[in-house]
């Protein structure tokens, strides 16, 4: 299983990226796949998931009506989409996958982990 994660940059506050993560090598049907991220000095929190098979999405209070979390099945490709971006947002952002179909929101719930893209929001 590979989760290549991609998109991650500098932008001013106000702006928006697109976050991107490919998965390859498992079936995606009945999965999960979220965003996490890693602001310094915190731990690794939830930021959005979304069950690959029905598209249903659940987004942590602090991105709610900013970040949209979406997939495309013919890419296996999952994206975050940052919108009103503000500097509290700065963080290394990882995309994860979970063998179940449920939404849920602790590191220990995701079996594969991509590698980090750096988002930067600058003032």
């Known amino acids: 299983v590979q989760l290549q994660a991609s998109g991650g940059g500098l932008v001013q506050a106000g702006g928006s990226l697109r976050l991107s993560c490919a998965a390859s090598?498992?079936?995606?049907?009945?999965?999960?796949m979220g965003w996490f991220r890693q602001c310094p000095g915190k731990e690794r929190e939830f930021v959005a998931g979304i069950n690959w098979s029905a598209g249903w999405t659940y987004y942590a209070d602090s991105v709610k009506g900013r970040f949209t979390i979406s997939r495309d099945g013919a890419r296996n490709t999952v994206y975050l989409q940052l919108n009103s971006l503000k500097r509290e947002d700065t963080a290394v952002y990882y995309c994860?996958?979970?063998?179940?179909?449920?939404?849920?929101?602790?590191?220990?719930?995701?079996?594969?982990w991509g590698q980090g893209t750096l988002v930067t929001v600058s003032s």
């Open positions: 090598g498992f079936t995606f049907s009945r999965r999960v």
């Open positions: 994860a996958a979970a063998n179940r179909p449920v939404i849920l929101t602790t590191i220990q719930d995701y079996d594969y």
